[in-house]
């Protein structure tokens, strides 16, 4: 498998994953230009992709799904609540390129087979991706409020994990933001901070999973020094060091990982 990620922060989000002959969009929540350029940069026209994955309805996940749905004549894979609450983001879409799936149930696109799997994040029915091609395993979960034992299960023993790390805490309580979004950020159903991401980094540690890349950093309430930092730390302390972690880039392409 090939692992792009193209976008990850609160201002957009897309990433590309490779296996055999397939390839898919994971989320389109940047303009079209800003995606097209992106995929460019890495030598992948959009022409190859054989569909886009949505993880949840929200705007900056969302943003460029209909448009280059609509231009290249891609399937547009989602839950039902989630194909619901994005029909803002992809009108114009034909019937024939939406495509359902059931959350908790796997499916093969091509030669990937996905596991879409509950998140818990304020939006209508968000998932995270299990994606596994010839034994290897990537475990895709972004807006998560929190980290659960269900979470941990599924994505033991992954060869790589694209988690959450989206805020430092004290950041984030001595910032601007007004005080329902600070709770909203804070709650089981907002987003994972950096301690949090730590700990869980920790237990998938345990699992067997040995790389992961921080993801979805927020532009106001976080730094990559941060995120990294404090996971880099709570696994030393935990006597842990042969894990290895990126930061993901919030508006350029952050590489590209082999697994």
């Not at 193209?6 to 940047?30: K, P, R």
């Not at 886009?52 to 929200?58: N, P």
């Not at 909203?184 to 920790?202: T, V």
């Not at 890349?213 to 730390?233: G, I, K, Y």
Request: proline share 3%; aromatic share 10%; net charge negative.
């Amino acid at each position: 498998m090939r692992f792009i990620p193209l976008f990850s922060g609160s201002s957009g989000n897309a990433s590309v994953i490779e296996a055999g002959d397939t390839m898919l969009l994971i989320d389109a929540g940047v303009t079209f230009k800003a995606l097209s350029l992106a995929l460019a940069s890495v030598g992948i026209s959009p022409e190859r992709l054989n569909g886009i994955l949505i993880t949840h309805d929200h705007s900056d996940h969302t943003r460029g799904v209909g448009v280059i749905a609509k231009k290249y004549g891609l399937p547009v894979y989602a839950n039902g609540g989630t194909h619901l609450k994005m029909e803002p983001y992809i009108k114009g879409l034909p019937f024939s390129s939406i495509r359902m799936f059931r959350t908790d149930e796997d499916f093969y696109i091509g030669d990937i087979n996905i596991l879409p799997f509950k998140t818990p994040h304020d939006a209508s029915e968000s998932v995270g991706f299990v994606f596994t091609f010839k034994g290897k395993k990537l475990t895709y979960m972004t807006d998560i409020g929190c980290f659960r034992e269900s979470m941990l299960n599924i994505a033991a023993g992954s060869d790589l994990v694209f988690i959450e790390s989206n805020h430092d805490i004290e950041m984030l309580k001595n910032g601007t933001y007004p005080y329902y979004l600070k709770q909203r950020i804070l709650s089981d159903r907002g987003h994972l901070s950096n301690d949090n991401c730590a700990k869980a980094l920790i237990k998938l540690y345990e699992t067997g999973v040995r790389f992961a890349v921080l993801a979805h950093l927020s532009d106001e309430n976080n730094t990559p020094e941060a995120a990294f930092n404090t996971s880099s730390v709570a696994l030393e302390q935990a006597g842990i060091e042969d894990m290895r972690i990126v930061v993901a880039k919030k508006d350029a392409v952050t590489g590209i990982f082999e697994i």
